[in-house]
Structure formats: C-alpha cells, structure tokens
C-alpha cells in the first residue's frame, strides 16, 4: 500500500473514524454506515459502494445489529459475531491494515466502540461476468465453461473440478497499489514442495506498483527473461488447470484476469488441446500431428520459398516450377522481398483487426482480402504463389494460437535466412534454435521434455496420444511427489 | 571451465549423438574415395573401421565401468603428470578440430555442387563454427538433447533413402567379394581412417555419464546397429552404381535419385537428405565440442565462454586458409592426417585402461597416506 497502516485498532470509535477517513479521505465510493446499538453504543459500518452484496449485509448484519434488545455489558468482538450478526464469511481484524484491505477487497468493515478490533463480513457483491468458453479454447466436446475476470470464482470453478481438501488454495498480494489476490492453487501430496516454495518465494519478493493482469506474473515468473518461448504455461478454462494440477503442476490464478497460470510449463502443452482428451486417441494423434505440422510448414515455408527461388530451384518439382516461374517472372520485387512485403502486410492486418471495432472489422477483412491482394495481383507488384505461402503459413500459426508470438518473429527470421543463405542458413538456424530450445527448462523441468531428454513413459501423451486407461502414472518430466494416476 | 557437475549426459543419449554423426559423415565423399581403391568391396573396408571403432568404444566404456567419476583429465593427470597430459590434450585438441573441418568442409562442398545455383562462399562455413561455440558453451547436456531429437530425423531420413533407393539395387555388383588384393585393404585404410574413429570422443565424456552401468550393453548393442547402418549404406551404394561408385562423390545425394517416384513429384527425396545435412553439422559441432573440451583440459580456463572463442576463432582461421581448395585437403587427410588418425583413435585408447589403473592406484596410496 502506499501508506505504512500497519497500526493497531483503537478501543475508541472517534479515533477509528478519524483514522479510517484519513485513509479514505475523498473517496466517494466508500459507504459509511452509522448505527446505534441500544441507543447507546456507537457503530460504524464501512464498504465500498458496487462491492458488496448490500441485501447480506442488511439482513445478516446491520438488521440484527439494531434488533439487539438487551446487552448487559459493552459487547466483545466474539460475543456478535457468535449471537448477533449470522453471514457466512466473517472475520476480526485488531490492526486498520487489514481493515483496509478487506474493504479495498470488497469486504464490510464494523467498527464498535469500546472494541480494540472490528469485524470482517465478507459479503462481496460486485457483477461478474458469465462463465463464458473462451474464444481461444473453444472445443467440440467437453466442458465449455472459462474463466472470468473474478479470482473467487475462478477458485470456486476449480474447486468444483477437484473436490478434495487436498487441493490447497493459498493467497498471496502482489503489486504495491494494486494489492492484487494472487492465488496459488495445487494438490497436497502430488505437487513438488520444492517447485511450490520456489514459486512462493518469487511471488512475496515480487515489489512492482500494479498488477493488473496474470501476465504481468507469468514474466516475474519466467526463468529466461528475454526468451524468445514463453516460460509459463496459459488456459482459460478450468478443467484444463484442474487437469494440470493433477500432473503435479501449481496453478496461479490472479484477480482482474481471466488467464490462469501454470508451472513448470513445457513446450509441447500448447500442442495438447483439451479436446484432445475427450476423444479418441487416434484421432487426437492425427489432430498432434497436424499440428506440429502447421507449426513447421508457418516456420520454414516462406523461407524455403524464397530460398528455393533465390538458391535451389532444383528443390522445386518441374511441372510446379514453371508455373512458379510463370507467375513471377514479370514481378518488379525480388522474391525475398516480395515474401517480405505480403508478410508484413498481413502482419499490419492483423494488428489492426484486433484493435478495429468490430463493425469495421468486416469492412477490413474485403478491403484486405480481397481489394488488397487481387489489386496487388493484377497490378503485378506481388505474385500469386507469395500470397498462397504467406496465407498457408498464417493460417497453419493459428493452430496452436498460443505460440502465436514465437512464430510469427521465427517466420521473419527464418524468411531472413533463406534470403541470404538459402537452405544452409535456415539449417544452421534450425540447428540454434533446437539448441537454444534444448537448453531451457522451466522450473527445473526441460523445455522439450518428454522428447528431448527422451522420458518414453512420457511418450504415452506425446505426439502419439495413448488411451487415458493407458496413462497410468503422472508425467515424470515434472517433479511430484505421487506418481501414480490409477491403478 | 564447465560445471562438470551438472553437464551431464546419458547413455542412451550418446548412442543418439553416434547415430546422428555417424551414419551420415560416412556417406558423402567417403564411398568414392574407398571404392578408388577397393571398388566393390569398399564395404569390407567400412565394415573393419567400424568394428575398430567399436572395439575402441568398449576400451573407453570399461574405463567408464570401472570408474564413472575419473575423466580423462583425471585419468592422464593422476597417471602421467600435469604436462605430458598438456602436451597429449593440444595433440587431440588438434585432431578433433580438424575432424570438426572435415564434414564442414565436405558439406559446403556437396551443397556447392548438388544444392546451390551459384557457388557458395567458404565463409558460409563461418556461421556454423559460431553455432558450435554457442552449442560447445551450453555444455554436452544440451548436445545430448539435441541429439535426442536429431538421432530420430537421422534414423528417418536413412530409411526414407534406404526405402526409395531399394527398386534400383542390383546386389550381384557387390560380387565377387574380397576379389582384391588384401593390400588394398591396408591401403584405403590408411588413406580413409580421418572419417572414422568418432566414438573417440567418448574420451571427452568420461566423467560426464549420469546413467546405470548396467545400460552399457544396450550402448554397445546401439553401436553396433550403427555400424550395420553403415556396412549397409556402402552395400546399397555399390549395389545401385557398381563399377562406378569411385564416381559418386556426394553419395547421399545419388542413392535414392533412380527411383521412379521422383520424376512425377519432383525431388521429395531432398527433404530426408537435407535432414542428413543438418545432422552433418551436427557432427561438426560435436567434433569441435571435443576439441574444446581438450582445450580445456590442456589449459583449464577459469572462464567457460575462452575455450569456444578460441576454438572457433582457430576453426574460422583454418577454414579461411583452406578457402576452396579441397582437393588438397582430402590430399592433406588421405596422406597424413588418416596416419595420424589411427594413432590417436586406435592406438592411444588402448593404453587408457591401464592409465586408469595407475590413476586409481595412485589415488589409493595418496588417501592412505592421509
């Protein structure tokens, strides 16, 4: 917070209040309730206005706090929370930083007069958004419901996926002005306490000024800051965190964002789609194997393309040579250049279609489609086969939007290669990058796992996906403490 | 110096490493220049240097049985003194970064004449000694990884050729065996050795293994399925070009080119050899890793990034000085550095036992002295 609150609560009302409205100062949006218990003792009330649930606290708090008919002595803090007031979350507080951040929190805070404490009704009220599926982790079959903004209900969702007392929810706040709840989700007795305590540490040295979305944690929480690969693994949906947990992962959940977190992440979780696991293997391996196949034909085609013109025309089927041939011959712009211009055209398309209002979006998408590139076609600045490849290669990146980031900058660099050195150079990158990728781990755990090192267990969810009655221990790529899956 | 402690590597990760080099750094220049001498039976030729090389892996994994902390540091240092192992370690330093040289030079020859329009420069070559000091820097648990992967596109590709070059075998060219002079044998191994020998650089990896000493059998078991890969790739060459596979200067580029397939859909057959190609570097980038792994022992540098500098620095040197002129390269290795070679691969590793008997011996007076 921004101010050292860390005081202990007075036993006098006044000095409470003056104590609180100096915190507060000018907020409108506090609400502060003033009451007398008995006619006789002091009360107030303090909320935040669109936070609460305003019934609760009416009916199990304020109500049967003005119905007290008989109090022979001052009352204590234990006495209404055990006689009077009756809401289901409740708490004492006997210092004002507490106070504060319950009420920040969207908690009511009672302050009685005469009491060194007060009491917390956690009574949140605010509108959340509906448990809707996710754009990016839509599925055919199986659960649809997603995550929200709302890190309780979050929790609450992952709470009903896994019901056992073992599943351990601890909070954490990160952010100096934000005081964002960070919740750390994972399952006693299976997750590694080494990993655990790892991700802990991190959090609690965490000492930014705001947090505002779960991303903001998946970079305090990377390993390799400047890597090109993300390091922390993203769902949105709660049955894909539930799932991960019970691979011996931790889950962050983080208040404000709908993306949750997982750790140790590997490389290959963005090949594995959810729906993966509600169909048949077979068809799941078909549908790993396309995948990985779009991911390589987004990387290297432009590149091979542009090399294979500039380079190797031989790598070209004859029959598919001349037609190439014949489309390009009367292009003004070398081919890598060419490759380069349709790239970044459909680079800037994009970039302004996510932030275009929707209604323009439609007019963008002919303007860009077909006015663009036909224009461009029959103007002949740019060539039929340059668009093909470029639109192959964007749509193939899509398959796995997740590493939509890493190979859309690999793409570039590996157009970059072809240009200059032809095959060779996109081999030697090739080669780097395998290295570079081999290299990294993720919270002890290596990148490419199962693959590289080789875990055969592993290989059973790999790219050829086994029956889930096959699996029958955890993944041995990521430490836990309880192998076991079923017997 | 490298954190020895964690950069290690498994078992089956350095059958991965030999399946990715070895195969494929024996099947470019390689076949010609055996069948110049042996003809038809260059795989006889093959089939002994592989089981020399083989015997020479299973000296080093005793030593390794017997001892898998001792690396030939510690080995030669203990048993000999500090400065004859300086002198032994810049001699094998020396011979790894030309073994590095080898298929580098050899790669830029075959894209030169199969893959590129234009001629490429030698200075092509100077990126992928940059990769090998990035990759000697990382440490051997990353070349493992990597070889994890590479290993499989390696067995891969080999069959994909193997499968696309089977209509045009004709196996009787391979007959009469042994029809020439065993002098001839003598003869194209002394010329030939240089391409061999890789399972020397398990003498860098002593030390180095995290792994059960009960895997060493199925090790051996990989070795030896490569050593087949091998005798089978000279049989199916042969097999295919008979007298005239002395001509066959790119093999891997000629054995699966007849099949009928290829005229319909264009040279799909280059997807597997460029695959192959990768692994060639591969197996530069291994050589210059135990290049500077002996670098090291020779002058143990206290910062880990100086070895890969100096080495790549040394290996852009020689490739600069040898420009384009191959041929008096492979002149330079068929002469006298395959000679050298056969002292260093063959001869040297078979005193590595006894050296670590006199280290262990040594070791054992010191503590009970103490």
Redesign the interface.
């Known amino acids: 917070m921004c101010k050292n609150i860390v005081m202990n609560i007075y036993d006098k009302l006044r000095k409470n209040i003056a104590q609180m409205d100096d915190i507060f100062k000018n907020s409108i949006d506090i609400i502060k309730r003033d009451l007398k218990l008995q006619e006789k003792i002091d009360v107030r009330v303090y909320m935040i206005d669109g936070m609460i649930d305003k019934m609760e606290v009416e009916h199990f708090v304020i109500k049967p706090l003005l119905s007290i008919d008989f109090l022979d002595k001052r009352p204590t803090l234990d006495y209404i929370i055990e006689n009077i007031i009756s809401p289901s979350e409740i708490a004492t507080a006997h210092d004002f930083d507490k106070c504060v951040k319950a009420i920040l929190d969207g908690d009511s805070v009672i302050f009685i007069d005469g009491v060194d404490g007060a009491i917390i009704i956690g009574a949140k009220g605010y509108k959340v958004r509906a448990a809707t599926e996710p754009p990016s982790s839509q599925v055919i079959k199986g659960p649809r419901e997603g995550f929200t903004e709302d890190v309780k209900h979050n929790s609450i969702q992952l709470r009903r996926k896994l019901k056992t007392p073992d599943l351990r929810i601890e909070r954490v706040r990160v952010g100096k002005y934000s005081q964002t709840n960070v919740f750390i989700c994972h399952i006693a007795g299976i997750a590694d306490n080494e990993i655990l305590n790892k991700i802990k540490n991190k959090l609690e040295n965490v000492d930014i000024d705001g947090i505002l979305d779960s991303s903001y944690i998946a970079q305090m929480l990377d390993e390799s800051k400047y890597s090109l690969f993300k390091q922390v693994g993203t769902c949105e949906k709660p049955d894909i965190l539930a799932s991960k947990l019970l691979e011996g992962r931790i889950g962050i959940l983080v208040d404000g964002s709908p993306i949750a977190l997982s750790l140790p992440f590997l490389l290959f979780e963005d090949y594995q789609s959810p729906q993966d696991y509600y169909e048949r293997a077979y068809r799941a391996t078909l549908s790993r194997f396309l995948r990985i196949l779009s991911v390589i034909i987004c990387t290297f085609l432009p590149g091979v393309y542009v090399a294979a013109q500039l380079?190797?025309?031989?790598?070209?089927?004859?029959k598919?040579l001349t037609k190439v041939m014949g489309s390009v011959q009367n292009i003004p712009l070398s081919p890598s250049l060419e490759m380069f211009l349709v790239i970044l055209i459909f680079e800037i398309l994009k970039e302004s279609s996510v932030r275009m209002p929707k209604y323009v979006g439609m007019a963008l998408s002919v303007v860009g489609a077909l006015v663009l590139g036909d224009t461009a076609v029959n103007a002949g600045i740019i060539s039929t086969p340059s668009i093909l490849i470029a639109a192959i290669s964007g749509i193939c990146m899509y398959t796995i939007p997740d590493q939509e980031d890493a190979l859309s900058v690999l793409r570039l660099l590996f157009l970059l290669l072809g240009s200059t050195?032809?095959?060779?150079?996109i081999?030697?990158g090739?080669?780097?990058l395998?290295?570079y990728l081999?290299?990294l781990s993720s919270y002890g755990t290596?990148y490419?796992a199962p693959?590289?090192?080789?875990v055969t267990s592993d290989l059973k969810d790999g790219i050829v996906k086994q029956p889930l009655t096959k699996m029958k221990k955890r993944p041995f790529s990521i430490k836990a403490t309880n192998r076991t899956r079923q017997k | 110096m490298n954190d020895v402690k964690n950069d290690k590597i498994?078992l089956?990760?350095i059958a991965?490493i030999f399946f990715t080099i070895i195969p494929i750094t024996k099947f470019i220049i390689l076949p010609s220049a055996i069948s110049k001498i042996m003809l038809n039976d260059s795989w006889i030729v093959a089939g002994i240097l592989m089981a020399l090389d083989i015997l020479i892996a299973v000296i080093i994994l005793t030593c390794y049985k017997r001892d898998s902390s001792m690396s030939f540091l510690d080995i030669s240092k203990n048993a000999i003194g500090k400065y004859p192992t300086k002198v032994i370690c810049i001699i094998y330093f020396s011979y790894f970064m030309l073994k590095a040289v080898l298929p580098a030079v050899e790669l830029k020859r075959m894209?030169a004449g199969a893959?590129?329009?234009?001629i490429?420069r030698v200075s092509?070559l100077i990126?992928?000694f940059l990769?090998a000091a990035?990759?000697a820097y990382?440490g051997i648990k990353?070349?493992?990884?990597?070889a994890?992967?590479?290993g499989w596109i390696s067995i891969l590709s080999i069959v994909i050729l193997m499968l696309l070059s089977t209509p045009n075998i004709d196996i009787t060219n391979i007959l009469p065996i042994m029809n020439r002079p065993y002098r001839g044998v003598t003869d194209s191994i002394l010329s030939v050795a240089a391409w061999f020998g890789d399972f020397i650089i398990l003498l860098t990896l002593l030390g180095k293994i995290s792994d059960s000493k009960k895997k060493i059998a199925k090790s051996l078991l990989y070795y030896i399925i490569i050593g087949i890969i091998v005798v089978l790739l000279f049989i199916i060459l042969i097999s295919i070009y008979g007298d005239i596979t002395a001509k066959q200067v790119n093999a891997i580029f000629k054995i699966s080119k007849f099949n009928t397939s290829l005229t319909k859909?264009?040279?799909y057959d280059?997807i597997p050899i460029?695959f192959l190609?990768?692994c060639t570097?591969?197996a530069s980038?291994m050589m210059f890793y135990a290049s500077n792994e002996f670098l090291n022992y020779a002058f143990e540098f206290k910062h880990k990034f100086i070895a890969p500098l100096i080495s790549c620095i040394i290996a852009i040197i020689i490739i600069l000085i040898i420009n384009d002129q191959f041929a008096k390269l492979f002149e330079f290795v068929g002469k006298f550095f395959s000679i050298a070679s056969i002292a260093l691969q063959y001869i040297v590793p078979l005193f590595i036992p006894l050296l670590q008997r006199i280290s262990i011996k040594k070791l054992s007076k010191c503590d009970a002295k103490k």
């Open positions: 380079y190797h025309l031989q790598l070209i089927p004859l598919f050195v032809g095959i060779f150079g081999m030697l090739t080669l780097f395998l290295v081999v290299s290596p490419l693959f590289a090192p080789m | 498994k089956n990760q991965m894209f893959m590129y329009e234009t490429p092509l990126p992928l990769l990035f990759c990382r990353s070349l493992g990884r990597a994890n992967i590479l859909l264009g040279r280059y460029i190609m990768a570097m591969f980038i």
